[in-house]
């Protein structure tokens, strides 16, 4: 009997196989940017909400704010995002992608649909739907952000604690 478990495969266990392993490969199509994802994932944050200060994107992500200004400091260097005054409160900045910053999102438009793709590919388009749908019903069962890696908690503070909701099923 606990063969045919380890045959079947562990939900949990399988979840967190296949995550590593997509993280890795997705990690490794990006270095042909010359990208890391939580700069692929800052950019795709900035393209659907302009104008984030940078506290509101250090909420967003769940990071400590002194590990993004080192990131975003990054990505200014390279010229893929630019920090404006906040027309709304001098004290802060406004942050936007620059023309660069968008050509580049483009690109890492391109290689997510391939990652996806070649991720998937043993599965049929209903088969990607009910996964999907899984997946999202799951992730919000545990209060992930939609859109949002919980990877990025990791850099830079401390490591989100188990709670009783994370212990109970769906």
Partial sequence: ???????????????????????????????????????????????VAAGLSQQELAAKLRIHPSRLVAILDNLE????????????????????????GE????KIGRVAREHQEALLACLNIEER???GALLVRLADHHG?????????QRLGSPSRTVTDDDKNGC
């Fill in 1 to 47: 009997m606990k063969h045919d478990r380890m045959e079947k495969g562990e939900p949990a266990f399988l979840l967190a196989q296949l995550g590593a392993y997509a993280a890795s490969q997705f990690s490794e199509r990006l270095k042909v940017l010359d990208l890391a994802p939580p700069d692929a994932g800052i950019l795709r944050l900035l393209r």
């Fill in 129 to 131: 739907e009910m996964l």
């Fill in 103 to 106: 050509e580049t999102f483009q």
């Fill in 77 to 100: 260097k390279r010229g893929f995002i630019e920090r404006r005054a906040n027309p709304s409160d001098r004290r802060l900045y406004s942050l936007h992608l620059t023309k660069q």
């Fill in 144 to 152: 992930l952000t939609r859109g949002v890696h919980p990877g990025y």
